[in-house]
């Protein structure tokens, strides 16, 4: 009697777990998992921005236009012809803008010069067998990339601070010849343009969007069977791109190593999408190395972030960590939602909302292991 009863309780026990199990799969294959996975999700993920990183945005002057890497003597010439040119403005002393312009270009064509004669001088040199290079060579390539960024992107380390003070004793006393001097450039104008308009007071970071973000999805092959395309999650917000971008007229930076396919893709509706970051393999990586594009570019505290729904909240705490405050614009999935059976559709949502939470779960706790410092 005893041993019936004991098989009794593990016959009920057996039934109690496969209900449950039944009745959780099909949670999963409803509507309503996925839902209430996102909701969790944006509701505990951390979005606040790193205030720390976020001074590395602080100048807000993003643009797409500038091609000057930042940290180069090039770049750090400009930054002190700007300065120079802000001081005469405020001392409103505008006889000197043009000279002071000429003594730029003069300075251009110096800097230009010197690096075409380094390039010159290194082409030159015997190359070196790769056994015979000595230890200490073999050593000193080894490096932190990561260290290196940082250097070229801090205007107030010392090599560059002793570049600057060069540069604007060059740009305040340079004699310039009056052939050169003469022509007014219309460039001038803009430049000035450009200083007053950093002098105006900066709307709040979380007001206003400086650029468009859009995250690569994947790639796939064509119908043809030869030809790399954009797949669905890609291509649907690129989709969402196009709808944004009537709204506002802001550059776009594409984010993935599918950035030169979304360029091409974004082409056929005649948008035209400048920046790439093609370098990044996972979104960690889309964090870091479009932020570090921003910054390049002269800083975007808030920008517009295109991607899916269960990709949006973790997306939105890596960029706040690189100090970018988000507007989250979110993407539709290429399955639909049903309006309440469960399908297989549903269960792609479901699945997708798994690997999302069990990501963010990961990050926040250990961090992502495989996300590279610098491109």
Known sequence: MKQNHWMLRLVQIAAVLFVLFAAFMIFIYSPFYSTLVVKTLNTLVPVEVNQVAAKSQQMAAFSDQD????????????????????????????????????????????????????????????????????????????????????????????????????????????KIAETESEPVDEEIFKDIALIQQQNIPKIPANSKPYAIVVLGGGLTLDDNGKDIVVNDYTRLRLETTLAVVKQYQLPIVLSGVEAPYMQRWLKKYDVEAKLLEDRSMNTCENSRFSSLLLQKKGGAPTVILITDRYHMPRTRRLFALNGIETI?????????????????????HSRRANYEMLAAIRDVLIGSSACREVP
Request: aromatic content about 6%; glycine content about 0%; hydrophobic content about 40%.
């Open 67 to 174: 091609s000057l890497e930042p940290g180069s003597d090039l770049w750090i010439a400009r930054q002190a012809y700007l300065k120079l040119m802000e001081q005469e403005i405020q001392s409103e002393n505008s006889k000197n803008l043009t000279l002071i312009q000429a003594r730029y270009k003069a300075l251009q064509a110096l800097i230009l010069e010197e690096q075409t004669q380094k390039k010159l001088a290194s082409e030159q040199e015997l190359p070196q067998v790769p056994l015979l290079v000595s230890n200490a060579a073999s050593e000193a390539v080894v490096e932190d990339p990561s260290e290196n960024v940082k250097a070229l992107l801090n205007l107030d380390s010392h090599e560059n601070q002793v570049l600057m003070e060069q540069y604007l004793e060059f740009l305040s006393t340079h």
């Open 328 to 348: 989250p614009v979110e993407a539709p999935m290429p399955t639909q939602l049903t309006a309440w059976r469960p399908s297989e559709q549903n269960y792609d």
